[in-house]
């Protein structure tokens, strides 16, 4: 038996999940992807600036958390991140100020975009984070947060 009209606590629940819902998707947003790729590690490690990039470092200005490079037509927003003018000597630098001790070079990722279109790469020890791409076309990274690994090569607060 159907009454019209009437509420019912099924149609309240409906309205309250779609009140809850829409919202949400209405500020889902495109994002993008960080992938591990040997390739990019290795690139790090040579101190090899990519051509068309532009670098940003976050964490320290001598041994930084994390190195990221972007397409010049893909800017970063966001005020975490310093955009640093990069050379290989530069790369080399903090890439060993990063490593610290470790054996091993730090992890490198791509950055893709929601096509799968790489869009940039990714240097640190830490977990990369979310990559939001903007309507105007710049990217929205968060800086990797966590302590990183305890080896031996972890500097810790104060390491500059």
């Known amino acids: 038996m159907k009454t019209a009209g009437r509420l019912t606590p099924r149609s309240i629940t409906r309205a309250f999940a779609l009140a809850l819902v829409l919202p949400l998707a209405a500020c ?3 994002y993008g992807s ?6 990019v590690g290795l690139g790090c490690e040579a101190a090899q600036v990519l051509p ?7 964490g320290s200005d001598t041994a930084p958390d994390a190195i990221l490079a972007l397409r010049e037509d893909r800017p ?5 991140w310093r955009e640093v003018p990069m050379t290989s000597e530069k790369l080399a630098r903090l890439v060993d100020r990063m490593r610290g001790t ?4 730090p992890t490198g990722s791509v950055v893709l975009d929601d096509t799968g279109a790489r869009i940039g790469a990714w240097c640190s020890y830490l ?3 979310q990559v939001k791409l903007l309507d105007d076309g710049g990217v929205l990274i968060s800086p990797p947060h966590g302590q990183g690994d305890a080896s031996p090569g972890f500097r810790g607060p ?3």
Do not use: N, S
């Open 158 to 160: 104060g390491r500059d």
């Open 102 to 105: 470790r054996d091993l070079g």
């Open 76 to 80: 970063l927003r966001g005020e975490l």
């Open 28 to 30: 889902a947003g495109r």
């Open 34 to 39: 960080i992938r591990f790729d040997a390739g």
């Open 52 to 58: 068309g990039h532009r670098y940003y470092t976050t």
């Open 127 to 129: 977990k990369p984070t």
